[in-house]
Nanobody, 115 residues
Framework: QVQFVESGGGLVQPGGSLRLSCAGS????????MAWYRQAPGKQRELVAA???????NYADSVRGRFTISRDNVKNTLYLQMNSLKPEDTAVYYC?????????WGQGTQVTVSS
């Protein structure tokens, strides 16, 4: 498939950690700006974290200090390390390139934070 493939989600307790992975094709992740998004039920999809081609990163205020976005250029894989998870982090998480077309959206991976 041409879409990105997200994985690594699951059910965790508050304060727990997860690492999400995003697999691309070719050298997409290496050569394009990439980002993680999330969408909770009944809410608009929001930008969580972004990384540029040069490695600069930025985060939503709600996750800054808890989440870390990174990439492995050799494996063409994007990661999101999520620590100190909160119930409000519950959502379906997606990866994509902000400059890429809508056809690259994958199915996402579900993250549920609950006690």
């Amino acid at each position: 498939q041409v879409q990105f493939v997200e994985s690594g989600g699951g059910l965790v307790q508050p304060g727990g950690s997860l690492r999400l992975s995003c697999a691309g094709s070719g050298n997409t992740i290496r050569f394009y700006n990439m980002a993680w998004y999330r969408q909770a039920p009944g809410k608009q999809r929001e930008l969580v974290a972004a990384i540029t081609r040069g490695g600069s990163t930025n985060y939503a205020d709600s996750v800054r200090g808890r989440f870390t976005i990174s990439r492995d250029n050799v494996k063409n894989t994007l990661y999101l390390q999520m620590n100190s998870l909160k119930p409000e982090d519950t959502a379906v998480y997606y990866c994509n390139g902000p400059t890429l077309g809508s056809g690259y959206w994958g199915q996402g991976t579900q993250v549920t934070v609950s006690s």
